[in-house]
């Protein structure tokens, strides 16, 4: 009996071993040790007999109503982020069409004076450009000293791949 109490106990006894413990508990000759096992045994089966109509209805219903509410509430939360969302984008595209619509006006009524200003702001921005590169001048000066060493360390760095091909084959031969 103490191995089937720890088969239950373990969670490993089938339908037909349980009911052999509950009935045994049920006879009053149980063994003073397992005794106090037979309350255990007693309310499990008042348990049993107990019999809960509709308590699996009533619990989904709850779930599902908790579930509809939450539903609910991010719904509108949604719905109201999503809608002020829409309102700001509107006023700002609003905004920048009523401020872009006047941008593009003609400022000139006479092409050469437009010509002159135009070839005035392409001079400016042509000084600027010089004016930028010939601050990389000297940079192009120290790539232009720098070229020897780099053929130098091209040259140092194949004679290492050298050796160590040659170490390579030093090994294989001391294999051999």
């Avoid at 809608?83 to 700002?92: M, T």
């Amino acid at each position: 009996m103490k191995i089937l109490l720890q088969k239950f106990f373990d969670g490993q006894t089938t339908v037909e071993e349980e009911n052999i413990l509950t009935d045994f508990f049920r006879n009053q000759d149980v063994p003073a040790e397992l005794e106090i096992y037979r309350e255990f045994f007693d309310a499990t089966e008042k348990l049993s007999e107990v019999r809960f109509e509709g308590f699996e209805d009533d619990v989904m219903n709850h779930i599902l109503e908790s579930e509809n509410r939450e539903k609910k509430r991010y719904r509108w939360l949604w719905q109201t982020v999503t809608s002020a969302a829409a309102v700001l984008l509107l006023a700002v595209l609003l905004v920048n069409y009523n401020q872009n619509k006047n941008q593009f006006k003609d400022t000139y009524d006479d092409p050469e004076i437009a010509y002159a200003e135009a070839t005035k702001a392409l001079r400016y921005m042509a000084g600027k450009y010089q004016k930028g590169m010939a601050q990389l001048q000297p940079i192009a000066e120290i790539d232009k000293a720098s070229a020897p060493l780099k053929t130098s360390l091209r040259l140092v760095n194949k004679g290492f791949g050298e050796m160590e091909e040659l170490a390579k084959m030093e090994e294989k031969l001391k294999k051999q």
